[in-house]
């Protein structure tokens, strides 16, 4: 599945991210409630999980504008709000589902579970390209010319980041948190391995080269 986690306590948030890519799910980890709001409406997701409790604007009114924009997606919220009002307040506020802090793993995952297996009314496919390269967002398929490319979860993530900033240069830096966020266990830089892998599979000869560098700075994707 492909998740957006918003989050605004760090080491909780690396966990959640880290444990969720660990099972193959493609994560996108923001911690500002404006920031899912957007993420939400400009890309596909599986399910959104939203922290009641964040600076700015709080989970419940995210999700509840979300709704309000017809957003269809399912939405799992989390906090350590318990009483009875607070639950009929979060699902009220259009939440599909509710989850307790602290929680076990094994729970999320239920819940994850059982929210992909509910029948959401049908969402647009998400189809973006770039010269004779396609990226389906939905199905998670990448085509350039009449080839099919196959990527692994975390390549699929780079090339989508790179393309939503299509033009625009991304440093290092920036890709790093955005893909791999606080992960502890990166001891290195992984983003120029990851490049080097996906241009391989991108970028073949005789194709134009789409994924340029830009010398001293980072990468950017482009005609």
């Known amino acids: 599945m492909k998740v957006l986690l918003a989050e605004d306590e760090l080491r909780l948030g690396q966990l959640i991210a880290h444990m969720l890519k660990k099972k193959g799910h493609i994560v996108d980890w923001v911690t500002q409630g404006e920031d899912a709001y957007d993420y939400a409406l400009a890309s596909y997701y599986d399910v959104l999980i939203l922290d009641w409790m964040m600076p700015g604007e709080d989970g419940v009114s995210v999700c509840r504008r979300l709704r309000q924009e017809n957003y269809e997606g399912a939405i ?8 009875v009002h607070d639950r009929v307040e979060g699902l009220d506020a259009g939440a599909d589902d509710y989850l307790i ?33 396609v990226i389906n967002r939905t199905n998670y ?23 939503r900033n299509r033009g625009q240069v991304l440093t290092r830096e920036v890709i790093l948190d955005r893909i791999w966020g606080y992960d502890a266990e990166i001891t290195s830089n ?30 950017k994707l482009d005609i």
């Open 190 to 219: 992984p983003v120029d391995a990851y490049i080097k892998l996906l241009r391989k599979k991108i970028d073949t000869p005789g194709k134009k080269t789409l994924i340029q560098s830009i010398r001293g700075v980072g990468y």
């Open 141 to 163: 398929t990448v085509q350039r010319g009449d080839q099919s490319i196959q990527l692994t979860p975390r390549e699929f993530q780079l090339l989508d980041l790179l393309l």
């Open 101 to 133: 802090k602290p929680f076990e793993f094994d729970e999320l995952f239920a819940r994850l579970r059982a929210l992909s297996r509910r029948n959401y009314a049908p969402i647009q496919k998400d189809i973006v390209s770039i010269d004779d390269l």
């Open 76 to 83: 799992l919220l989390l906090t350590a709000k318990d009483s």
